[in-house]
């Protein structure tokens, strides 16, 4: 195989170009949980085609319903008005041509064909001989074919059949491999493959058909969905499968953001993807999919680009010590430094600094054994919390608060709704109201926003989403923190309440956010 240093240059002298297909609309639908609405398959399609610049996209699986054909055909026009039509592509089925006419009605031009890629799949599952299945693929791709359809052709539970039944993969691709089929797609169908029979099995198929173009698609049953797919590449594979936050089915797909940056960094490979985008796209699938991106998820995940230790922060200050490929920048986004009992001295002055405070060496100190303290109590400090730490210790050097709750009374009755009543003070000037909400919250906040439409008529920031957690390792007594994601105007931004009380812990959040647009 050679040396990671010989494996990791181009071919040649040659830049490799991989084409990247991304599945996330269909295979990363088969989540656990996860069903997309036509509007918002549109919106993903959208951006993975306009903003994220993917090659192209598997939108859905043939005949699976009407909302699905509705979903595939706005897709299809969107595609259309862009120049991008043949880049939106469907799954469909060895069928007695029913896929093809339905993938035609939706206004597509392209079918990912299902086919049987291992003897068991095949003999089992259709119950039919090689050669009748083999029959019946032609017939498909022929019927497509006069239909204007191009036909690229997925080898289902490829990796099974390389490895127990060979002559079978053999057969079918030896009648198969004339035929009008634009990309044989080879999926490792239930993520049993490491990249070493990656390597053996990709480099048999390219020794044997060497001018077919071969796509990957890897699954992540043992975490080797990305290693899988750089063996792949390294093996002469032209296109991978992916999806944005690994979605799929069982344990997911080879993420897009990780993929991405592995084939430029590590590869010295090119792709037509626009890497600051990969961050949008992160976050729009999981606000639609509704599962979270883990925090320590590579290149899109919230902390992997927070340093926590302070040695780290010193070592940036000095030149950059602790920074790899993976700047932040890179991908639309900035490089945060914690604050906890690890900060240490650098990691506070790199945050004052971001906020333009200037401490003294003994000031810095105080600022830096006070956070310490709030971390030993699994308190989480941010930079928006900075200030506000800075003046309790100090008394001075932050701004007097423009918002200020004076007072209020929450209270709750068996069968009546929560009532608020709030008095504030902005800029100087009291102001009260009252309300009633869906819960204690509510009711304090639907007040506030009378206050700021009755009195000052100003619009008040929208609730994006609201989450609630205790501190790790803490108990049920314990402190609770409040997250709040605010949306003002076209800036989005989250502000966190620390408290014994929940709802006086989102209090506390949403006054300091209402101090932040004030400034």
Not at 32 to 46: D, T
Not at 74 to 102: H, N, P, T
Not at 433 to 457: C, H, M, N, P, W
Request: proline letters at 4%.
């Amino acid at each position: 195989m050679g040396s990671a240093e010989q494996m990791s240059k181009p071919r040649n002298g040659i830049q490799p170009f991989i084409e990247i297909m991304d599945c996330t609309l269909r295979d990363g639908e088969q989540t656990s949980g996860v069903s997309f609405l036509p509007h918002e398959k549109l919106m993903i399609a959208r951006m993975l085609l306009k903003d994220v610049n993917v090659d192209r996209i598997e939108v859905a699986s043939a005949r699976v319903s009407e909302g699905e054909k509705d979903a595939v055909k706005m897709i299809c026009r969107y595609a259309q008005q862009i120049g991008k039509g043949d880049s939106v592509e469907v799954l469909g089925f060895v069928d007695g041509f029913q896929s093809i006419d339905w993938i035609v009605d939706c206004g597509c031009h392209t079918v990912n064909l299902l086919t049987k890629g291992s003897l068991k799949h095949c003999t089992q599952q259709l119950g039919k001989t090689p050669k009748e299945h083999i029959a019946d693929i032609i017939d498909t791709v022929l019927y497509a074919r006069s239909r204007g359809i191009t036909v690229n052709l997925y080898l289902e539970d490829w990796s099974n059949g390389m490895k127990d039944s060979p002559e079978y993969v053999y057969q079918m691709m030896d009648a198969l491999s004339t035929a009008e089929v634009k990309r044989f797609m080879l999926p490792d169908t239930l993520g049993i493959m490491n990249p070493l029979q990656v390597i053996e099995y990709f480099r048999k198929m390219l020794k044997r058909y060497p001018r077919l173009h071969f796509d990957f698609h890897a699954h992540n049953d043992y975490d080797l969905a990305v290693s899988n797919s750089l063996a792949a590449v390294l093996s002469g594979a032209k296109g991978l499968h992916v999806t944005v936050n690994g979605l799929g089915e069982r344990c997911g797909n080879a993420p897009l953001s990780s993929v991405q940056v592995i084939l430029k960094d590590q590869f010295n490979a090119k792709t037509n993807i626009h890497e600051d985008k990969l961050n949008d796209i992160s976050r729009l699938v999981e606000g639609y999919s509704g599962i979270a991106v883990a925090p320590n998820q590579p290149i899109i995940g919230d902390n992997v680009f927070t340093q926590v230790a302070g040695v780290h922060a010193d070592g940036d200050n000095k030149d950059n010590l602790y920074c790899n490929d993976l700047v932040p920048e890179r991908f639309g986004r900035k490089r945060e430094y914690a604050l906890g009992k690890n900060s240490g001295k650098a990691n506070i002055a790199r945050n004052l600094q971001e906020l333009g405070l200037e401490l003294t060496p003994e000031q810095t100190r105080k600022v830096t054994q006070r956070i310490t303290e709030l971390g030993d109590r699994k308190e989480i400090v941010t930079q928006d919390d900075l200030p506000f730490i800075v003046s309790d210790v100090l008394k001075h050097a932050a701004p007097e608060d423009k918002v200020k709750l004076v007072s209020y009374l929450v209270s709750s009755a068996y069968g009546l709704k929560p009532l608020a009543s709030v008095k504030v003070e902005i800029n100087g000037e009291q102001y009260e109201s009252d309300s009633t909400g869906d819960g204690q919250y509510d009711a304090f906040v639907k007040a506030l926003r009378k206050i700021y439409k009755e009195y000052l008529d100003r619009t008040f920031p929208i609730l994006e989403n609201y989450a609630v957690t205790i501190p790790p390792g803490g108990r049920t007594d314990a402190l609770v923190q409040t997250v709040i994601t605010w949306r003002n105007g076209d800036r989005l931004f989250r502000t966190r309440g620390l408290d014994a009380d929940q709802t006086e812990a989102a209090i506390k959040a949403t006054f300091k956010m209402l101090n932040l647009i004030e400034e």
